[in-house]
């Protein structure tokens, strides 16, 4: 996951590949639910593992439930219809689907317990959920604004529940409501039915359709009367199934669904292949493949996989009603700057009451791109953004999973415009690793490089670490590659001189180099702290002078470059590996300040060390290193120069950033 400030995707040109998904959140979070209701074991296969998912795993756990963890698998003892503890107070962070549940489950279970969350979470509306358990006789108040979160549930007595008349609900703000009814209500129909009627027009039956659907897979066949009416019959009682399998996130598909349609082929890939959700899912997010259809894209689809190709190209323009796909919805929001005219998704009122506030947080960043929006109570316009009038935007995300994701589509604009998505981490909520998944299926022109060059010892390797982890960016430490170059070649019992320089450059091409967890092997040898030695950068600095040894190592060098971008340092990433870099950076200090730096480092690590033997080291170094004839030690003409030896790290770090962010084309409303 990229828990950086920002992460900025630079213009995507194609997309191909294969992609499995996480499980999807709607089942995960109501298998929890029901597992943990249910008497038994059930064991849980491919749950989402994600902060909605977290947030119900440690509520179940502090309600008594035991649960331990086989891989990906996850087993549940089930509570039989008793909490173990009958006082809690539960953090459910931004999860509708579990908190709208839990407080209809918590309620009829009878106990005292309060629920609360993030500062949105307690702007989500849960008064119709509340009136409802109200009206049948379960005390709950409102711990701050009537109608929303927190909330504290007194006991109820189920023998005294009101359960002769239907419980009422209305559906037409959110259908959590309801499915949380559905979910909670079998605990309290073993003498009799219990029904639900809904008022107003339910909103998302899809959801519906898959809170039924698990409920019979937990042996509740609840009997429904169109969208109105619901009966649990009499002497319902959860049966775990025993072992029950969550598919793959269906909205999450909407991306990749999304990508395909609208990113040209990869050269040798057939489009995009998405696994683990497919023609037979029960989730309604899955309907947004006709969407996409209708937009043009050529979709194939098998029992548990999807395949996505570009058909029409504009996309088609489309007026739909989005009632039934709300979440996925809002990919094709973005898909709609790509089409032949403008695109009306109508019927969202949902998104108003979601994560954010969705049509507004969509018109406002839509609208950064440079796209024309007209939005009302319940739909959205988008008209399509032809080349020339893209704008480089910082998307602010709203603490939105949805949001950070569909605007990664943005990237694959005609203008080659990069996309900055400010607080990526916000995925979290139901895709951890969505923009992992990304970039290994698709492919930019130009992934951009941060170079940072200089002598030994000048904090190159330490400033350049500190930036590639605040931009998400990968970290090539190039001087790594020369000094295994230097420790192979004295392994292969060789002196690091131009006599052997065939020799050297052969070892070097086929080095079995691998980096794994800041640690560095070489066939399966940890060899990180042999290579740091004094001896061994004054090697390293003999075999980097062979021609021969250079060339062997540049395209290993060159397949650092991989997306969402590279921070590389060296002696000539500026000048020779990465000439095109948009910054480069050539980093100093004065002789002496380097010299006891590098004592320091040293002697922290408990090796001995002379001062002045260490800066007449460094500073023979340097010399061969900007003497050699190839790929001297210099300045890239366009190199920016910081001499560090009054800066701190920080400082350095900071003013290096900068650069790069006068260095982008974003503005930051
Ligand atoms: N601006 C700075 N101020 C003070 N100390 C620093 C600064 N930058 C780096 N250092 C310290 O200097 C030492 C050397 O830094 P580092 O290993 O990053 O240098 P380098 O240029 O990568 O060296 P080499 O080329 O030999 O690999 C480290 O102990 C580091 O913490
Ligand atoms: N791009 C590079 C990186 C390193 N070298 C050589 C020269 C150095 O003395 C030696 C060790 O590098 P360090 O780990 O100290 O950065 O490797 C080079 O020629 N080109």
Known sequence: MYATEFLDLPALAGAGGTVRLPGSKSISNRVLLLAALASGTTEIHDLLDSDDTRVMLESL???????????????????GGQVKQRQADLFLGNAGTAMRPLTAALALLGGDFQLRGVPRMHER???????????????????GNPGYPPLRIRPAQVSALQLDTPIRVRGDVSSQFLTALLL??????????????????LISKPYIEITL????????????????????????????????????DASSASYFIG????????????????????????????RFIDAARQMGAQVDSGPNWLDVRRGAWPLKAIDLDCNAIPDAAMTLAVMALYADGPCRLRNIASWRVKETDRIDAMEAE??????????????????PLPAGQWTPAAIHTYDDHRVAMCFSLAAFNPDRRPVRILDPKCVAKTFPDYFETLFSVVAADEVPVLCVDGPTASGKGTLAAELALRLGYHYLDSGTLYRVAGLATRRAGLEPEPAHEAAIADLARALPLCFDAGRVLLADEDVTDAIRTEAAGMDASRVSALPAVRTALTELQ??????????????????????????????????????????????????????????????????????????????????????????????????VLDWWRQAQPFETH
């Open 61 to 79: 756990a502090q309600l008594g439930c035991t649960l331990s963890r086989d891989g990906a698998v996850l087993r549940i003892e089930g509570l």
């Open 259 to 286: 990508l395909g349609a609208l990113a040209a082929p990869l050269p040798g890939a057939n489009g995009i292949r998405i696994e683990g959700v497919g023609s037979d899912s029960i989730q309604g997010d899955i």
């Open 558 to 655: 060159h397949s650092f470059r991989r997306l969402p971008g590279l921070v590389a340092d060296g002696r000539d990433m500026g000048t020779v590996i990465f000439p095109d870099a948009p910054l480069k950076v050539y980093l100093t200090a004065s002789a002496e300040h380097r010299a006891e730096r590098r004592h320091k480092q040293l002697i922290s690590k408990g090796i001995p060390a002379i001062l002045a033997d260490l800066r007449a080291d460094l500073e023979a170094r340097d010399a061969r290193d900007s003497n050699r004839s190839v790929a001297p030690l210099k300045p890239a003409q366009d190199a920016r120069l910081l001499d560090n030896s009054f800066l701190s790290i920080d400082q350095s770090v900071e003013q």
């Open 125 to 143: 509306p849960i008064g119709d959920l509340v009136d409802a358990l109200v009206q049948l006789g379960c005390p709950i108040d409102y711990l």
């Open 184 to 201: 909670a209500l079998p605990l309290a129909a073993g003498n009799r039915d219990v029904v639900i009627e809904v008022v107003g027009e």
């Open 366 to 383: 839509l609208h950064k791109l440079g796209a024309t929006v007209e939005s009302g109570p319940d739909f959205i316009v988008v008209h």
């Open 213 to 248: 659907n698990l409920l019979a897979r937990f042996g509740i066949q609840v009997q429904r009367e169109e969208w109105r009416r619901f009966t649990i019959p009499q002497g319902s009682r959860y049966v775990t199934p025993g072992r029950i399998h969550v598919e793959a």
